[in-house]
């Protein structure tokens, strides 16, 4: 098995659906679903609750208070420090992440409110290149808890990642130590600091700033690890559970507080900073 | 590699006939010394130009010093601590006290087993939770102190199981960054021999960081990189090249900050000689490092992680 099942909502894209088409078949339990009713239910199947994926704006959108999204993401991309090539040119693997999403690279980040507090908000995007974290969405996520400390808000991040962008080798791992290290500082300014995992979250990225959060949550159909599936059957020939790097194996072995549902995230995140709006 | 294997025949020739002429009383010293000549220009050429496949094969070389040995070598009454104080002991990382000289430090060092049986015990180098969590005990027992703390890196990565995962060894890989990160001693890390990926980076967050000539450094190991990239279990030698994880490179990146010889043939060629290059220059990093105020330290190390990372700017000067 890959290291990433092939979950049909890593797949279905609905803004890519041709526009004409009012109904969807639903690649997990078959069954033809209205695509209206799919974005009403938060982009999960109404007929059998598979999780179909989010873009960083639709999810965005899903979050915060109406008109409340600020982004401040900066205003750079990927460059190629080791000039890598493998079955295809990085640079060239980049330009075409960036025309299929419309992004500059794997993450969004921005000022936001949720219930009318205020917050820094980061949000990642699988779809490009695996959600990896290379130079540039290191320091997107540095520059995100930056502003935090700045404004005094709280950040949240929303992972969605492999791990680190391979193509930049070492300045790739690198970059589990800048998050770590700026992560450091959020804390010593007294400022929360809440990962949500979704799905995947794993590699350089579970082994860095997403498993640093005051609090851990995960979204509902997570993945959640460091090694994959695949690799720890190759090396150690190891029977694995079925529900082996599930939300429940995580929550199971105490790597996370809760697991919460992607309808109920809004309100979640809504409490849970309520809490230290109060502290302050 | 076929070439090594010559030149061990070549050397296992010359030791038979020194004991020849030791032991029948035959003069054989002009054709020892000829031999002995001979061997060390091929020896000089056959690793004057290693490619980067054949660096990563020499260091994971069978008969390569591993952590104890250059703990062994460079330091005095090694105080080894054991436990995590939660769940195990990790024989995979080992950690202590020990004399620098004339100063207390705290030394890390993931070490690989030798024979079979060490072999199992220590994991092959591959650690665990329990050793990350050992590593990062010894460190804030270091900080507590003032002690200056060293790691040696030497492993294929993070071990990958069923139970590591149970215990969350990214969490626990997680955990140590940060510490390091903000850790108010002086840290030097050294890669010994192999650098797998953020298993290294564990115990790697450091103010000074050296590579051993023959040392490679990486964010994913070729065999691993040439499947998932390439698709093609075969493309080792490509990735390896295209990683850019040995020691040269990642000086010229200016991702590490020193690089410390090894004879031709490997460090496994003569021990006491890289032990003590390794050992002049710990001193020299640590006496660099002492002069500066633990927030100062603290501040510098924090700038230069901050600072890591290569990308272009779309707006302004372009």
Known sequence: MPIFKEKDYLR?????????????????????????????NNNICPSCGEYFFLT????IGLLVDEGSFEDI????????????SDRKPYVERVSDAQAETGMDDAIVVGRATISGLPLVLGVMDFRFIGGSMGSVVGEQICHAMETAMEDRRPFVLIASSGGARLQEGLFSLLQMAKTSAVRGRMAEAGLPFVSVMAYPTSGGVQASIASLGD????????????????????AMTQELPSHFQSDAFAFEHGAIDRVVGREKMRDELSSLLGFFVEAR | MSDERTLDLLEAKIEELRSLNATDGIDLSKEVARLEKKLETLRQELYANLTDWERVKLARHPKRPYAMDYIDAIFN???????????????????????????????????????TEEKKERFFGMTRPQGYRKARRAMLLAERFGFPVITLIDTPGAYPGLEAEEANIGGAIAENLLAMSALRVPIVTVVIGEGGSGGALAI????????????????????????????????????????????????????????????????????????AALKIELVKRLGELRKLEPSELVEVRYQRYRAVGMYRDTQGTE
């Open chain 1, 215 to 234: 609090i851990i949550i995960a979204e509902r159909g997570a993945l959640i690890g460091f090694a994959g599936r695949r690799v720890i059957q190759s």
């Open chain 1, 56 to 59: 960083p704006m639709e999810r």
């Open chain 1, 12 to 40: 279905v894209d609905l803004g890519k659906e041709p526009d004409e088409s009012l109904w969807m078949k639903c690649k997990s339990c078959g069954e033809l679903v209205f695509k209206r009713r799919v974005r009403e």
């Open chain 2, 77 to 115: 009454g090694f105080y080894e601590l054991h436990g995590d104080r939660i769940d195990g002991d990790d024989r995979s990382l080992v950690a202590g006290l020990a004399h620098l000289d004339d100063q207390t430090i705290v030394v890390l060092g993931q070490q690989k087993g030798r024979s």
């Open chain 2, 204 to 275: 790697g967050v450091a103010d000074r960081i050296l590579m051993l000539e023959n040392a490679v450094y990486t964010v994913i190991s070729p065999e691993s990189a040439a499947v998932i990239l390439w698709k093609d279990k075969d493309r080792m030698k490509e990735a390896a090249e295209a990683l850019n994880l040995t020691a040269g490179r990642l000086l010229e990146l200016g991702l590490i900050d020193g690089i410390v010889p090894e004879p031709a043939g490997g460090a496994h060629k003569d021990l006491d000689q890289v032990a």
């Open chain 1, 73 to 84: 993401t900066k205003p750079i991309v990927a460059d190629d420090p080791l000039v890598f």
